[in-house]
């Protein structure tokens, strides 16, 4: 059974930072790529960050380079999505996810992602 929870999510003003925590109970988390994608009722979801499997390599979407860093631990099966200098634009649902075969194929693409978190909602007020 794979599982993640994102925790953190919340309503914060512009300018403001929230931290986002996903706890993922997959067995292959040390070799699975991890990331976070983020989606409004009008857009389809979209890539946000992602983190290789040791945690070197990060990647990012235009939108948020500078202002967003993702990190994991692997010793607690813990991923975090450090939001800072938030814009009302970055209001959405973002869910954790997670690639098990951690081949950095698709990570820019919900295909590229084999399960998903339920989701926690990010408001930011302007």
């Known amino acids: 059974q794979v599982e993640l929870v994102e925790t953190g999510g919340g309503l914060v003003q512009a300018g403001g930072s929230l931290r986002l925590s996903c706890a993922a109970s997959v067995r292959t988390f040390s070799t699975s790529t991890m990331g976070w994608f983020r989606q409004t009722p009008r857009k389809e979801r979209e890539f946000v960050a992602a983190v290789n499997r040791s945690g070197g390599r990060t990647y990012f979407a235009d939108s948020v380079k500078g202002r967003f860093t993702i990190s994991r631990d692997n010793a607690k099966n813990m991923v975090y999505l450090q939001m800072n200098a938030l814009k009302p634009e970055d209001t959405a649902v973002y869910y954790c996810?997670?690639?098990?075969?951690?081949?950095?194929?698709?990570?820019?693409?919900?295909?590229?992602?084999?399960?998903w978190g339920q989701g926690t909602q990010v408001t930011v007020s302007s």
């Open positions: 996810v997670a690639d098990s075969t951690g081949l950095l194929g698709q990570i820019t693409t919900p295909l590229g992602y084999d399960y």
